[in-house]
């Protein structure tokens, strides 16, 4: 299943499902929003605060429900990451998303929620950029609305120009797309949530972790078979994933040779989306191919109507 197409005058859906956010950020968003042509609906616990959860579960998962059952609303865009999506999957009514589809979108903490809606209702999710995220930038914001408002063709999704995708393992691979936040993908494993990568392609991304934490949920993904059922990957940014030495570590990019590149599937990295700049919006659950010899990747479907 796929969402309508955004357009301009649409409602947007603005929920906290995570960690909450400065209030006056809020504004800020809301304004930014608006200045592109889009009415906004607040969720009714967007601006709540519970430690570092905006809010009870309860309400979180009341917002996010509320959004999908509102027919007024075009499109949900929850405000920022953090932590907390994993908490609310339990009370989420799968059957009104079934059938209320619509656009959702995120990434980093909401890859949880991105992951699990594709599976459980079939329907086409987005990594891409939150309330919170910076929308000045050009090509984040290009990728945003070309997606959301003309995705109902097949195409293809490129780095911006001067930034080339790296062609590690040659050869083509087809599956769904699948993944975003390489911690919560982990944190999904041995529960009903966990991510499902059979003959599917996996697309990774993480921020300021060290690269034996990498190694360590790469081996916990390997261990798990999950990394061996994958057709294909997409290694996204890894932000503040270095080191100022490596007298007693490996490098990110040695833990990639070890853990994927030595599986000999087609990959592709130095994709510009994760927590960094620009932040290409990348569709979770649509069937793409990535081309390792072109250094493409192709949307074979519509991924909105």
Same mark, same amino acid.
């Given at each position: 299943?796929?969402?309508?197409?955004?357009?301009?005058?649409?409602?947007?859906?603005?929920?906290?499902?995570?960690?909450?956010?400065?209030?006056?950020?809020?504004?800020?968003?809301?304004?930014?929003?608006?200045?592109?042509?889009?009415?906004?609906?607040?969720?009714?616990?967007?601006?709540?605060?519970?430690?570092?959860?905006?809010?009870?579960?309860?309400?979180?998962?009341?917002?996010?429900?509320?959004?999908?059952?509102?027919?007024?609303?075009?499109?949900?865009?929850?405000?920022?990451?953090?932590?907390?999506?994993?908490?609310?999957?339990?009370?989420?009514?799968?059957?009104?998303?079934?059938?209320?589809?619509?656009?959702?979108?995120?990434?980093?903490?909401?890859?949880?929620? $991105?992951? &699990?809606?594709?599976?459980?209702? +079939?329907? #086409?999710?987005?990594?891409?950029?939150?309330?919170? !995220? %910076? *929308?000045?930038?050009?090509?984040?914001?290009?990728?945003?609305?070309?997606?959301?408002?003309?995705?109902?063709?097949?195409?293809?999704?490129?780095?911006?120009?001067?930034?080339?995708?790296?062609?590690?393992?040659?050869?083509?691979?087809?599956?769904?797309?699948?993944?975003?936040?390489?911690?919560?993908?982990?944190?999904?494993?041995?529960?009903?949530?966990?991510?499902?990568?059979?003959?599917?392609?996996?697309?990774?991304?993480?921020?300021?972790?060290?690269?034996?934490?990498?190694?360590?949920?790469?081996?916990?993904?390997?261990?798990?078979?999950?990394?061996?059922?994958?057709?294909?990957?997409?290694?996204?940014?890894?932000?503040?994933?270095?080191?100022?030495?490596?007298?007693?570590? $490996?490098? &990110?990019?040695?833990?990639?040779? +070890?853990? #994927?590149?030595?599986?000999?599937?087609?990959?592709? !990295? %130095? *994709?510009?989306?994760?927590?960094?700049?620009?932040?290409?919006?990348?569709?979770?659950?649509?069937?793409?191919?990535?081309?390792?010899?072109?250094?493409?990747?192709?949307?074979?479907?519509?991924?909105?109507?």
């Amino acid at each position: 299943m796929i969402g309508k197409r955004l357009k301009k005058g649409c409602i947007i859906g603005l929920i906290s499902p995570s960690s909450p956010e400065n209030p006056e950020k809020i504004k800020d968003s809301i304004s930014t929003l608006r200045n592109h042509g889009f009415n906004i609906k607040e969720g009714n616990f967007l601006y709540e605060k519970r430690g570092y959860l905006a809010g009870g579960d309860k309400e979180r998962a009341q917002d996010f429900m509320n959004m999908f059952k509102d027919e007024s609303v075009d499109m949900i865009l929850c405000m920022r990451g953090g932590y907390g999506s994993m908490r609310i999957l339990p009370l989420i009514d799968y059957e009104i998303i079934k059938n209320n589809p619509k656009i959702f979108i995120g990434y980093s903490d909401i890859t949880a929620l $991105l992951n &699990t809606i594709s599976s459980r209702c +079939d329907l #086409i999710t987005f990594h891409g950029p939150m309330g919170n !995220s %910076n *929308f000045n930038d050009i090509e984040t914001l290009g990728s945003f609305l070309t997606t959301l408002m003309n995705g109902h063709r097949p195409y293809k999704l490129l780095n911006p120009l001067g930034i080339n995708l790296t062609r590690n393992i040659g050869g083509k691979a087809v599956g769904k797309i699948v993944g975003g936040n390489l911690s919560l993908i982990t944190a999904t494993l041995g529960t009903p949530y966990e991510i499902d990568t059979k003959n599917n392609i996996l697309f990774m991304e993480d921020i300021n972790e060290q690269p034996y934490v990498i190694d360590r949920m790469l081996t916990q993904l390997h261990l798990s078979g999950k990394l061996e059922q994958c057709s294909g990957f997409i290694i996204g940014q890894f932000t503040g994933c270095s080191l100022p030495n490596y007298e007693k570590s $490996l490098t &990110t990019n040695e833990v990639m040779l +070890d853990r #994927i590149l030595s599986l000999n599937k087609p990959t592709l !990295s %130095n *994709f510009m989306c994760g927590h960094d700049y620009p932040n290409l919006t990348l569709p979770i659950g649509a069937k793409g191919e990535i081309d390792c010899d072109k250094g493409e990747i192709n949307i074979l479907e519509p991924v909105v109507k």
